[in-house]
């Protein structure tokens, strides 16, 4: 029996199945500042523990896409390592706030498979669930992957999950005894409450950031994701491309990142409603984003905004480039995210 894993293929995989993923992490606030010089996030919540403690919190917590990396990494050698593309999330949901110190570690279950109709490929639809060192539950989300077939005559079971189109406010959870009250909007950057936003409104992020070869590796490194797309060049030069694609999550951090300029008070993510890598994104490329409001809820100690984040290479955004009436998107769109964040009141 060889002792190297290949990773699964489509076939391997079953519905029901429960893949327990290695390697248990510890963060610290080293991975915080190399996440921080790799993707350029300034939300104050989660660069001062004074900031944080007087938003109720123990301290600064990780950001969000920090720990949603994390645990999507774990999943990766199980999972998509020999994907062609990662295709979407749903129902993604942050259960409680990540320190440095904690350990993570990560389940997933298969909810779906789809053959596709080229018999080569199929989709694997997995709930996975981040867990931390005192066995609760820090973030759990849906993400389908197409993977590829090793044995193209194998009969898998079949069976696509229904799922949400976006999360409801009540399953949003704010962080235990996060209270605003006292919120300091000029340490934070922009006075802009939630009240100061109106379902419907755009706005132009207006800064763009190259993200660099040895950038998207690194971070990719950071994340143990192994994913051969990202990595192996000389896989990667029998593609067209001829090039390593970059992890959809390095874009949605350095979107996400160039958010503050517009959304500053609006960096703690709550819900992940749901995401497409609409175009392939190479290193080299400007990234430059907008944003749209499309909801907002009242949970109580916040306000929350639903809020579509789109990314672009190399173009910027002050006309909002978009998906056209058929739903067809520019080549230059790489990123549609939507997602709930919290939001002081006044």
């Known amino acids: 029996m060889s002792k190297t894993d290949p990773g699964n293929f489509f076939e391997d995989f079953r519905l029901g199945q429960i893949l327990v993923h290695a390697t ?20 104050a ?62 389940t997933s279950e298969v909810i779906g498979l789809k053959e596709n109709s080229n018999g080569k490929t199929g989709v694997v639809y997995v709930r996975t669930t981040g867990t931390n060192q005192r066995g609760e ?119 996400k990142a160039l958010s503050f300029n517009g959304l500053q008070n609006a960096g703690l993510i709550l819900g992940i409603n749901g995401g497409r890598h609409v175009n392939p994104y190479f290193a080299g490329a400007t990234v430059f984003a907008w944003s749209e409001v499309l909801d907002k809820a009242d949970l109580g100690p916040c306000g929350a905004l639903r809020l579509r984040l789109v990314a672009t290479k190399d173009r910027i955004c002050d006309d909002f480039p978009d998906k056209d009436a058929a739903g067809a998107y520019p080549s230059e769109v790489i990123l549609d995210f939507d997602y709930w964040a919290a939001v002081p009141k006044r």
């Open 24 to 43: 248990p992490r510890t963060v610290t606030v080293g991975d915080v500042a190399l996440y921080t010089a790799l993707h350029g996030p300034r939300f």
């Open 45 to 106: 919540l989660f660069s001062s523990d004074e900031f944080a403690r007087g938003c109720g919190l123990a301290g600064a917590p990780l950001d969000p896409l920090l720990v949603f990396h994390v645990v999507f990494g774990k999943s990766v050698p199980d999972i998509s390592l020999n994907a062609v593309a990662n295709l979407g999330y749903a129902e993604g949901r942050f259960l409680a706030p990540v320190f440095p110190g904690d350990t993570l570690t990560a």
């Open 137 to 255: 539950a820090v973030l759990s989300y849906v993400r389908w992957v197409m993977v590829r077939k090793n044995d193209l005559s194998a009969a898998v079971e079949q069976s696509v999950p229904q799922l949400k189109a976006a999360l409801d406010a009540a399953d949003l959870i704010a962080p235990p005894g996060l209270d605003l009250s006292s919120y300091d909007f000029a340490l934070a950057g922009a006075p802009h409450a939630f009240e100061d936003y109106a379902i419907g409104e755009r706005i132009d992020h207006v800064d763009g950031m190259a993200i660099e070869e040895a950038e998207h590796a690194m971070a990719t490194r950071l994340y143990q994701n192994t994913a051969k797309v990202h990595f192996n060049q000389f896989e990667r030069a029998n593609d067209p491309s001829g090039r390593r694609l970059v992890y959809g999550g390095v874009v949605i951090s350095t979107a």
